[in-house]
């Protein structure tokens, strides 16, 4: 199976410790953190396999939140995670599956229209962002987030 995984790019940039996001000022949607094959008999995700060379002209755009550099984004996920997947999705049918994943699980549109929208001191429990994603897209997603000082912060999306 795939895990399908998208990010909110404030969390993302705001816990970031290294180097700060490039853009200062962190998209306002969902995007897409990536595609990434799983296997139920083995809880760590294959990454990093033998399959082709990335060829980025095959790639159907999602944003690098962090250092602006779609292009070697795209290559370090497909590097990783789709040459783990070529069996079942070559690399335009990989970009392409995320693509249309990305649409029909807008989370951004879904939370928006649950009146779940970013709010410097409201605050959302696990089961009220969870609810209305499961009623739009019919599955339970998992939620990750990060600690920022003393808050957790939604961070991922995964189906």
Not at 69 to 84: A, I, P, Q, S
Request: hydrophobic residues 30%; contains cysteine.
């Amino acid at each position: 199976y795939f895990q399908f995984v998208q990010q909110w790019p404030p969390t993302n940039c705001r816990v970031r410790i290294k180097r700060p996001c490039s853009n200062p000022r962190p998209l306002q949607y969902f995007t897409i953190h990536g595609l990434w094959p799983s296997n139920y008999s083995n809880p760590t995700k294959p990454s990093n396999c033998a399959g082709s060379q990335f060829n980025f002209t095959k790639v159907i755009s999602w944003p690098d939140v962090e250092s602006g550099n779609d292009t070697k984004f795209w290559e370090g996920e497909w590097n990783k995670h789709g040459t783990c997947s070529e069996r079942i999705l070559n690399q335009m049918q990989y970009f392409q599956r995320s693509q249309a994943m990305w649409k029909s699980h807008n989370i951004t549109e879904i939370l928006k229209n649950a009146s779940i929208v970013p709010h410097p001191t409201q605050t959302w429990t696990y089961a009220d962002i969870v609810a209305p994603i499961q009623t739009a897209t019919k599955r339970t997603p998992l939620l990750r987030c990060k600690w920022d000082k003393k808050n957790q912060l939604l961070h991922e999306v995964v189906f």
